[in-house]
C-alpha cells in the first residue's frame, strides 16, 4: 500500500497479518500504527466470538469460555498493540471450534490460516488429528487444505524458502536464548504459570480443573482441546523468554474446558471480577500522557532539526533528527559497538536518548550486560543530562533522559 508491493522480504512472521491490516492502510499517506490497532482490537472481539462458539460446540457453554478470553488481562492488552499473537488466538478458537463440529476439512483451512498469522499455529495439527483419527481421507484432505491455505496466506514463502526458513528458525532461536528482561526469571514451567495466573487470576484453577477431567474422559473433545493445550505448552517450555503474550492461544481452549462445569457457571463468572479488575487497572495509565511524548515534544522545541542523535530502542521516532539506532541488547547477542561515548563523539553524536525501558532491565542484569552497563554508567558520569522526565503528575511510561555529548 505504500510502494513495497506484495513481497515483504522479511520473514521473521508469516505475512497475513500484514496482508490484512493492508486494506485498512490504504487511505493512510503512511504505515499507521493507530489503524493497526484498530484493526487488532477488531481480531481481538473475533477471538472473543471464537471462544464463544467453541466453548458452545464443546460443552453447550459458550458465556463462560467468551468471558474468560474478553478479560484475559494478557488479551485485553495485545489487542491493543497490533502484534501476532492475537490473530493467532482468533485462529486456534476457529479452528478447534471447526473441529469439535467435525468439520475437518474446513478446520484444516483454518489451521493453515492461523499458521499464517504466526508459526506456532502448527501445533493446531495435533488435534486436526485427532479429530479425523480413523477417518483418514478427510484428514488428508484437512491436512492438505492446511498446507495450501498456509501458503495462500504466505505465499512469498514459495518465492525465498531457503530466507523464510532461515529468518523463521532465528526468530525461534532468539526466543529459546532470551530476551532482554528475563535474565533472572523463574524456569519456564513456572515462568508461564504465573503469566496464565496474571491473565485469568483464580478461574485458572476451574481451567485446570476441566483440564484434567478432559485427560479422564479422554472423549474426542477432551482430547482435541486437552492435547493441544499440552503439546503448545510444552513448546513454551523450551524458552527462555517469557513474554505473556505467548500463552494466549491456549486461553480458548482453556476457557471451554472451564465451560464444561456449567453448574460452576455462576462461581466462574464472579472469579472474573479478578482479571477484569486487573485490566482495567492496567489500562488506567493510557489515560495519560506517555513520558517520550513529552520527551518528543522537548526534543522539537530544542534540538535543532538534522543534528546527530543516538537513540535506545522503545523511544520515540524522531522524524526531524538524523537518528542512529542503538541495538537491544539481550543474551547471546553482539555487544554493539556503538554504545561507546568517545566512538559516538568521533561520528558526530551530539546527544543520546535513553529510556528506563531498556536501561533498568540492563542494569538489573548488570552481571549479564557489563559492557552496555559501562555506557550507561559514563553517559551519567561524563555527559551533561540536558533532560529528564518520570512518570507521574499525569505522565505514564518510563523514565526518558537525553544527554548532550
Known amino acids: 500500500?505504500?510502494?513495497?508491493?506484495?513481497?515483504?522480504?522479511?520473514?521473521?512472521?508469516?505475512?497475513?497479518?500484514?496482508?490484512?491490516?493492508?486494506?485498512?492502510?490504504?487511505?493512510?499517506?503512511?504505515?499507521?500504527?493507530?489503524?493497526?490497532?484498530?484493526?487488532?482490537?477488531?481480531?481481538?472481539?473475533?477471538?472473543?466470538?471464537?471462544?464463544?462458539?467453541?466453548?458452545?460446540?464443546?460443552?453447550?457453554?459458550?458465556?463462560?469460555?467468551?468471558?474468560?478470553?474478553?478479560?484475559?488481562?494478557?488479551?485485553?492488552?495485545?489487542s491493543r498493540a497490533a502484534v501476532t499473537d492475537v490473530p493467532l488466538t482468533l485462529g486456534v478458537g476457529v479452528a478447534l471450534?471447526?473441529?469439535?463440529?467435525?468439520?475437518?476439512?474446513?478446520?484444516?483451512?483454518?489451521?493453515?490460516?492461523?499458521?499464517?498469522?504466526?508459526?506456532?499455529?502448527?501445533?493446531?495439527?495435533?488435534?486436526?488429528?485427532?479429530?479425523?483419527?480413523?477417518?483418514?481421507?478427510?484428514?488428508?484432505?484437512?491436512?492438505?487444505?492446511?498446507?495450501?491455505?498456509?501458503?495462500?496466506?504466505?505465499?512469498?514463502?514459495?518465492?525465498?524458502?531457503?530466507?523464510?526458513?532461515?529468518?523463521?528458525?532465528?526468530?525461534?532461536?532468539?526466543?529459546?536464548?532470551?530476551?532482554?528482561?528475563?535474565?533472572?526469571d523463574h524456569v519456564a514451567p513456572v515462568a508461564f504459570s504465573i503469566r496464565l495466573w496474571d491473565g485469568l487470576g483464580p478461574v485458572l484453577i476451574i481451567c485446570l480443573l476441566g483440564l484434567v477431567v478432559a485427560f479422564a474422559r479422554r472423549t474426542r473433545v477432551d482430547l482435541m482441546l486437552g492435547l493441544f493445550v499440552v503439546v503448545y505448552f510444552l513448546d513454551l517450555l523450551?524458552?527462555?523468554?517469557?513474554?505473556?503474550?505467548?500463552?494466549?492461544?491456549?486461553?480458548?481452549?482453556?476457557?471451554?474446558?472451564?465451560?464444561?462445569?456449567?453448574?460452576?457457571?455462576?462461581?466462574?463468572?464472579?472469579l472474573l471480577v479478578v482479571p477484569l479488575t486487573w485490566s482495567i487497572r492496567d489500562a488506567k495509565p493510557l489515560t495519560r500522557t506517555d513520558t517520550r511524548i513529552a520527551a518528543h515534544r522537548w526534543v522539537v522545541s530544542h534540538i535543532p532539526?538534522?543534528?546527530?542523535?543516538?537513540?535506545?530502542?522503545?523511544?520515540?521516532?524522531?522524524?526531524?533528527?538524523?537518528?542512529?539506532?542503538?541495538?537491544?541488547?539481550?543474551?547471546?547477542?553482539?555487544?554493539?559497538?556503538?554504545?561507546n561515548l568517545a566512538r559516538l563523539r568521533r561520528e558526530g553524536i551530539r546527544y543520546v536518548i535513553v529510556t528506563g525501558s531498556v536501561t533498568d532491565r540492563v542494569l538489573a542484569a548488570r552481571s549479564s550486560y557489563p559492557r552496555e552497563s559501562d555506557f550507561y554508567d559514563a553517559l551519567r558520569r561524563r555527559a551533561k543530562l540536558a533532560y529528564h522526565v518520570d512518570p507521574g503528575d499525569g505522565r505514564a511510561g518510563p523514565w526518558v533522559s537525553i544527554y548532550r555529548l
Open 1 to 78: 500500500m505504500h510502494g513495497g508491493g506484495g513481497d515483504p522480504h522479511w520473514f521473521d512472521y508469516p505475512t497475513l497479518l500484514m496482508y490484512v491490516n493492508a486494506p485498512f492502510q490504504a487511505w493512510q499517506s503512511e504505515p499507521s500504527f493507530l489503524t493497526a490497532r484498530i484493526v487488532g482490537v477488531v481480531l481481538s472481539l473475533g477471538a472473543i466470538a471464537a471462544a464463544w462458539w467453541l466453548g458452545r460446540r464443546a460443552y453447550g457453554n459458550g458465556l463462560v469460555a467468551a468471558a474468560i478470553v474478553a478479560v484475559c488481562t494478557i488479551e485485553v492488552a495485545y
Open 238 to 270: 523450551t524458552l527462555r523468554a517469557h513474554f505473556g503474550r505467548y500463552v494466549l492461544p491456549i486461553v480458548p481452549p482453556l476457557g471451554a474446558l472451564a465451560a464444561r462445569f456449567r453448574a460452576l457457571t455462576p462461581v466462574t463468572l464472579l
Open 97 to 184: 471450534a471447526l473441529m469439535v463440529s467435525g468439520r475437518i476439512e474446513l478446520a484444516g483451512i483454518a489451521v493453515g490460516l492461523a499458521t499464517g498469522f504466526k508459526y506456532p499455529g502448527v501445533f493446531l495439527l495435533v488435534p486436526l488429528v485427532v479429530a479425523g483419527w480413523k477417518r483418514w481421507d478427510r484428514l488428508a484432505v484437512g491436512v492438505l487444505l492446511a498446507v495450501v491455505a498456509f501458503f495462500a496466506s504466505s505465499p512469498f514463502v514459495l518465492v525465498h524458502p531457503h530466507q523464510a526458513w532461515h529468518e523463521a528458525r532465528r526468530v525461534q532461536q532468539l526466543a529459546r536464548d532470551g530476551w532482554l528482561g528475563f535474565e533472572h
Open 305 to 339: 532539526p538534522r543534528t546527530h542523535v543516538a537513540a535506545d530502542p522503545s523511544t520515540p521516532r524522531f522524524r526531524t533528527l538524523d537518528v542512529l539506532h542503538l541495538q537491544l541488547p539481550g543474551p547471546k547477542r553482539q555487544f554493539d559497538p556503538n554504545r
